[in-house]
């Protein structure tokens, strides 16, 4: 059984910094497009950083520069560095993996949450101003 579980999550102020990680369990880890979602108040989930089988990492353009995913395949864990948070950066964060080892395209990754069958439960990030 898939389960993906985050933590690293809390309340920072505008400027700051924050690690989130997401450990995976139940499958070939590795082997799988991992991905980082966020849902803002009043907001869509929306995609965030994504890093497909070969390490090949996408980012949107509303974080690009300060947000940065990687993994360490050893730990079975993907990492979201974000540096530089601002208060619209306050949101429920996820760790999402679909059983493919392509990534959704740049145009479709922003809106693509329905894609990854496997969510973890999320965690807060809040940035005050």
């Known amino acids: 059984q898939v389960r993906l579980a985050e933590s690293g999550g809390g309340s920072v102020q505008s400027g700051g910094s924050l690690r989130l990680s997401c450990v995976g369990y139940?499958?070939?880890?590795?082997?799988?497009?991992v991905a980082w979602f966020r849902q803002r108040p009043g907001k869509e989930r929306e995609g965030v950083v994504a890093?497909?089988?070969?390490?090949?990492?996408m980012t949107v353009d509303s974080v690009k520069g300060r947000f940065t995913a990687s993994q360490d395949t050893t730990k079975r864990t993907l990492y979201l560095q974000m540096n530089n948070l601002k208060p619209d950066d306050t949101a429920m964060y996820y760790c999402?993996?679909?059983?493919?080892?392509?990534?959704?395209?740049?145009?479709?990754?922003?809106?693509?949450?329905?894609?990854?069958?496997?969510r973890g439960q999320g965690t807060q990030v809040t940035v005050s101003s």
């Open positions: 890093i497909d089988r070969d390490g090949y990492t």
């Open positions: 999402a993996a679909r059983p493919s080892p392509r990534c959704p395209t740049s145009l479709q990754f922003e809106h693509s949450w329905p894609l990854f069958g496997y």
């Open positions: 139940g499958y070939t880890y590795g082997t799988y497009c």
